[in-house]
Each structure stands twice: as C-alpha cells, then as structure tokens.
C-alpha cells in the first residue's frame, strides 16, 4: 500500500509539473532534496505530538539522511526517534533514492503560552554523490490555544478494605485531561490518624510511569497504609495533589475511603 501511495503521489507531481517540450531548460540548482511541507499539522498549546516532513528525492541519491532542531523557539521540547538519539532520519532508511517519497518525524512540545505557532530553525545534512551537504530551513508548527476547563481527574473513589492488624500498599488512579501537567506530585493525609507511609519513607508520593500526566494518559500513585493499632471503621482520606503547567503552579483536592474492618476467625 505504501508503494502504490508512492507511485500515485509521484504520477501527480509528474502530471502538475510537466512542461512544454519548447520550454526553457531549468537553472542548474540544488534539487537533490526538496520538502513538500513548511507547514505541520497543528498541536493545541501545551500538548505534544509527533510532526511529519514529507521529502521528495531528485537528482540520484541523498545518503546518510540526518535533519536536527537547531534553534526552537522558547519553552518549546524537541525529541528523536528512540533508533536515532540526537537527530531523526527517514521512515524507510538513510536514504532519499532519486523519485522516492519519504518522511522524518520530530516529537515537539508546546508551551501553553505559545502564539499562534512555533517556528522550528531546523538543519539537514546529507551526502549527494559523495560531497556532504547542508540545508537549513525554518519549518512552522501552527498552535491551537487550550480552552478546556479540568486538568485531571481522580478514577480511584474508594480503597477498599483492609484488616485491622495489615499493613498494605494501595492506589489512587489519576487521568490527564489537559495536554501536559509536569511535577505530578500528590500528598495524603487522614484527619482520623491512619498511618500513611510513602515510597521510600519519602515526604510524598509520585505516579508509577514518571511526574508528567498527559491528556488521554492514566497513571497511579501508591502509598502503604498501616492499620496496626487501627480501629475498624470506615476513613476518609485526604489527597492534595500540586503540579505545574509551564511555570504555573495548580492542585486538585480530593478524597478517597478505606473501610478497616476486624479480622475474621
């Protein structure tokens, strides 16, 4: 399917193009790469996307394709594909062959702040014909401006149940319904004097994956309760959880139950 998109893609450009045979010969100019696209598809401010730059290859073959971010604009996070590390290359392989159609990717993080789009100073370097060579290029990324209302929301209503005498870890779910909340930290407190401990006899908790909630993502934060001079009862938990959206400080405050009940037998 890739192929005939391929070939489809190129018997256009060859239709769009095509010229008079009494036409003036072209200007001998670089053209052993050409990019179809200066302009992305959009990501909303504060999210975080893989962008695609669609190349077409003329000329013989551009080896050893590398393209790299010089200069995003401020606040703006730039990652590669994990095979290449510091750059990002082409879908297929290192090679953009005469005639063929191929795409780089580039992961790209937008602060809340940003305009209506981000420009991305971006460089490629490649061999044709044995010489290196090297473009440098500006590409935009238009930006949508976030207007949702919630940041999160807490999945987890209750803990359950647990023995008097039991010490045990437990979990409270969070979902990320803004594009990216940073530091995700949450604290937990019981006003009925349950003893809570966290991961390493910390000061507080932190999700399982990382301290970044995205939208669309589910993670857990887990923290020990130890019910062994407990009496049985229901408790209701206090959870503050802070975070921070570019370099504004929020918190969600929530609860969540825990029955302790006496042991059987």
């Not at 460089?123 to 919630?150: C, Q």
């Not at 991961?199 to 908790?205: L, V």
Request: net charge negative; charged share 20%.
């Amino acid at each position: 399917m890739r192929t005939r998109s391929i070939l489809l893609l190129a018997a256009l450009l060859v239709v769009s193009t095509a010229t008079p045979a009494v036409a003036a010969p072209k200007p001998q100019v670089d053209k052993d790469v050409e990019l179809t696209n200066y302009e992305t598809a959009a990501i909303v401010a504060g999210d975080s996307a893989w962008i695609a730059l669609t190349w077409h290859g003329g000329g013989g073959d551009a080896e050893d394709f590398r393209l790299q971010v010089k200069k995003p604009d401020s606040g703006v996070e730039v990652r590669y594909p994990d095979n290449t590390g510091t750059y990002t290359s082409l879908w297929a392989d290192d090679t953009l062959s005469d005639g063929e159609y191929d795409f780089t990717a580039v992961h790209v993080t937008v602060p809340y702040a940003a305009g209506s789009d981000i420009k991305l100073l971006s460089t490629l370097t490649y061999e044709h014909d044995g010489k290196p060579k090297t473009r440098s290029f500006n590409v935009r990324v238009p930006v949508v401006e976030y207007a949702g209302g919630r940041d999160l929301q807490q999945m987890t209503d209750s803990l359950g149940e647990s023995t008097v005498g039991d010490s045990a870890w437990v979990g409270v779910s969070f979902a990320g319904l803004a594009p990216r909340l940073d530091d995700f930290q949450p604290t937990v407190t019981d006003p009925g004097g349950l003893p809570i401990v966290y991961p390493g006899d910390g000061s507080a908790t932190s999700l399982h994956h990382d301290a970044r909630l995205e939208d669309g993502e589910t993670d857990i934060a887990r923290f020990r309760i130890d019910a062994h001079d407990t009496p049985a009862g229901t408790y209701t938990i206090s959870i503050m959880a802070t975070y921070r959206k570019d370099s504004a400080t929020a918190e969600l405050v929530s609860t969540v139950d825990l029955t302790v009940i006496e042991p059987v037998g």
